[in-house]
């Protein structure tokens, strides 16, 4: 089956930066490129929060008013992975993090991966 699998999570001081990955795999009838993905993210006591979008080609991007100018998201289709590169990161980061791949009817979760920013 389609699996998503985080990484690069963990704990950096505030200003500091995280690389997160998003790697899919278990296509069968279907190919990573075909997926819109997104990040979110979820901290404790709050709803689940939309961070950013990418499309399928990666010619398009999004992000939510708080992380704009800090987060960039990308694609690497050949590879079938997806990033979030969290720049200038703040306290108010802190979260769970995850990828969400969508097909038409088909909607996958990963697991998350924590990232913690704090001195």
């Known amino acids: 089956q389609v699996q998503l699998v985080e990484s690069g999570g963990g704990l950096v001081q505030p200003g500091g930066s995280l690389r997160l990955s998003c790697a899919a795999s278990g296509f069968t009838f279907t190919t990573f490129s075909a997926y819109f993905m997104s990040w979110y993210r979820q901290a404790p006591g709050k709803e689940r929060e939309l961070v950013a979008t990418?499309?399928?080609?990666?010619?398009?991007?999004n992000y939510a008013d708080s992380v704009k100018g800090r987060f960039t998201i990308s694609r690497d289709n050949a590879k079938n992975t997806m990033y979030l590169q969290m720049n200038s990161l703040k306290p108010e980061d802190t979260a769970m993090y995850y990828c969400?791949?969508?097909?038409?009817?088909?909607?996958?979760w990963g697991q998350g991966t924590q990232v913690t920013v704090s001195s």
């Open positions: 969400r791949m969508r097909l038409a009817s088909r909607d996958y």
């Open positions: 990418i499309t399928t080609t990666g010619d398009s991007t």
